[in-house]
């Protein structure tokens, strides 16, 4: 530790170069984690669900809906313990500039079904009274300052025309990956306006036992398969991580541009790192000369690294950290539950490390090589 | 006088090495600026070539897509019969009614939890000369009344069951793959099509999602969309084909768009920095030449020249390696969900010559701006203190 006086005197010298060195580190590995932080929220968006819980949908595609018959028929399934159901709305709101998504949903049974959307009960009983009621996620709250008891006005893609909501609740997701900017609404009110079609766009069933998952989702497939809407049922995780694979190679991406970013910055920083030992051969062959072991010249310029290392790593990997936890960023709802996880703090880290190594290792083994006499020797 | 470039050439090369990291850094950035905006370039492109300025899409009032739409047989009619409509060599209305649904299909060699969700398109029997560009590459047009089906060449790429002669399964039937086409690259080449007729009892019933019509005048679209959407018979909202596509590709365009800005950015101040410190410890070291330079009556606006010179020469190396390594990107095929359609859509990284002069002035500003500082700091060098 006594050396740390020199190390610091030394970092001091150049405060400019010392303070771009680790402040272009800082920035890669702030890009590294949010990049990678892309790919682990999609990763775990795709991981979420319930084992208790099941969805049907209708085998011709995501885009068909079931018939809301189904729901008696499915509740006489053997091990099935509860049913609810919801429909995609798809509306605009206002000028469309935020998107956000809209369901119609069976009250009692939806909630019951999702305790991680989490509201108060008043609110609750209110939503259960009315009609026309809806409850809408806290970010919607933040981002169009909408109130208890307002009328919002949503206009209709698939079914057309103006849709008015009172909203009598404000829920909060007790689960990261639950969208925290959705709007909720009955379901039977739905079927009213639209002159009871009797759709659902899909069902969600809960099940006793999570091990008879498969066997209880082929019972229901089978019983609907030469109905007109036949049904394909799996596990809610199944159901996310189709959805997470939408996005095709977007991880891939992700992930290559993550590499390169971090390989980019490693050649620049291990560059000028390099510069800087080189300029001191000088000091080095004077250090050597009054009695400094080459075991210790080598240490002093590794910890020279690492302490730019570590500093850049602190910034870069902390700042992300914070930052998107302070803005609750989301990616305009796509990517609910944005948060840097430990796994990927401690990758970053794994990365700083090595480009400690890297960018100190050809130096300090140099300064510890280092013919005195002729280091001496090439001083003008 | 100005200092002769032969000197920064010389110099450069004087420390391969660390010359060489710089131009690498910075190459690596310019490859992702390159290869990112042209990820979101090739994705525009698809979109936008998709529409044909001299088509209209009809749908129902409201609908801001062709999955949400609804139009029914009476509507399509009217609209067939409207003047608007050109007629094509047989006299009949260039008018295609179409079906639009999305099914679910597994892509190749991924594993059958993952699902993506590709359009198929019932088209009517113009729309073969009414759509943009199509054009069979192998096999014979679906027959009339067959339960057959033609898929996009990029569709087929990326979907196994795909190839002529093959069965496709989907709606709860089997398909025989007649024929493959390309579209000149736009989202058409994503889909698989067959006759309306046909599809209409498997999907959605007696219900189109959209017509699609050849103008008999095209500059004339503002009168046919008055007409139509004025027709007391009619609740439908008329798009400019061209337009309409290409709004499809704004939201995810953009996303993708201000990913490309927001990495690059920060990866381009890193890379300035690094070549920041690398041109300081190139003066720092040359301390003594520059002293020299100076002394021989250069004047130091000649030397803040040429050290800014030097600097955008590096990044411009940079610039060209960067180009190197982005442009194999070029012409791949990748594909990801549009969520303006909720479809997938296959598309190619484009590079434009643009795109790549973009890359090479982006490094050069890189490198002017790594390079100022230090080429000020070189030309402003106490010449006396320098020497000694």
Known sequence: ?380 | MRIPLIYNLRSALQRPVSTGLTALGIGLVVAVFIGMLALANGFRAALARTGSDRNALILRRGADAELSSGIDRATASIIAASPHVAAGPDGRPLASPEVYVLIPLTRRGEDTTAVANVVVRGVGEAAWTVRNNIQLVEGERPRSGRPEVCVGKKMAQRFPHTGVGESLRFGGRDWTVVCQFTAGGSAFESEVWGENEQFMPVFRGEVFQAVSIRLADPAAFEEAKRALEGDQRLTVDVHRESSFYAEQSEVLGRILEILATVITSIMAVGAVFGAVNTMYASVASRAPEIAVLLTLGFHPRSVLLSFLVESALIALIGGVIGILLALPVNGIVTGTTNWASFSEIAFSFRITPGLLLAGLVFAAVMGTLGGFFPAWRAARMPVVQALR
């Open chain 1, 1 to 380: 530790m006594k050396f740390l006086h020199l190390v610091l005197a030394n970092l001091g010298r150049h405060k400019r170069r010392t303070f771009l060195t680790t402040a272009s580190v800082a920035l890669a590995l702030f890009l590294f984690a949010s990049l990678r932080t892309v790919v682990t929220t999609l990763q775990a968006a795709a991981q979420f669900g319930s084992a208790r819980r099941l969805v049907s949908t209708n085998a011709t595609g995501i885009v068909f809906p079931l018939p809301l018959s189904y729901t008696n028929k499915l509740r006489a399934v053997p091990g099935v313990g509860a049913v609810s159901w919801a429909n995609w709305f798809g509306g605009k709101y206002g000028d469309n500039k935020r998107f956000f998504a809209q369901f119609a949903v069976d009250p009692e049974s939806y909630l019951d079904m999702y305790p991680e959307i989490s509201l108060p009960e008043d609110q609750k009983q209110a939503f259960f009274r009315e009609r026309s009621a809806a409850i809408i996620g806290r970010r919607l709250v933040d981002i169009f300052g909408w109130r208890l008891g307002q009328d919002v006005t949503i206009q209709g893609t698939i079914f057309p025309g103006d849709w008015t909501f009172t909203i009598r609740g404000i829920y909060t997701p007790t689960d990261a990956a639950i969208n925290d900017d959705m709007l909720l609404f009955r379901h039977d009110y739905f079927e009213e306006r639209l002159g009871r079609p009797g759709v659902a766009g899909w069902y969600v069933l809960r099940i006793d036992d999570a091990e008879q998952a498969a066997p209880i989702a082929k019972a229901i497939d089978d019983q609907f398969r030469n109905s007109n809407a036949p049904t394909k049922t799996g596990t809610e995780q199944a159901f996310n991580a189709s959805f997470a694979t939408m996005w095709g190679n977007v991880s891939l991406l992700m992930g290559t541009i993550g590499m390169a970013v971090v390989f980019a910055i490693l050649l620049v920083t291990a560059n000028a790192m390099m510069m800087s030992a080189r300029e001191r051969t000088r000091e080095v062959a004077v250090l050597k000369t009054i009695g400094y072991s080459d075991r210790i010249l080598f240490g002093l310029v590794m910890l020279e690294a690492a302490l730019i290392a570590l500093t850049g790593a602190l910034v870069g990997l902390g700042g992300a950290k914070l930052l998107y936890r302070a803005t609750n960023f989301n990616a305009g709802g796509f990517l609910p539950g944005f948060d840097v996880t430990l796994g990927t703090l401690s990758l970053g880290a794994g990365v700083a490390l090595l480009l400690m190594l890297a960018s100190g290792l050809v130096p300090a083994m140099q300064a510890a090589r280092l013919p005195v006499v002729q280091a001496l020797r090439r001083v003008e």
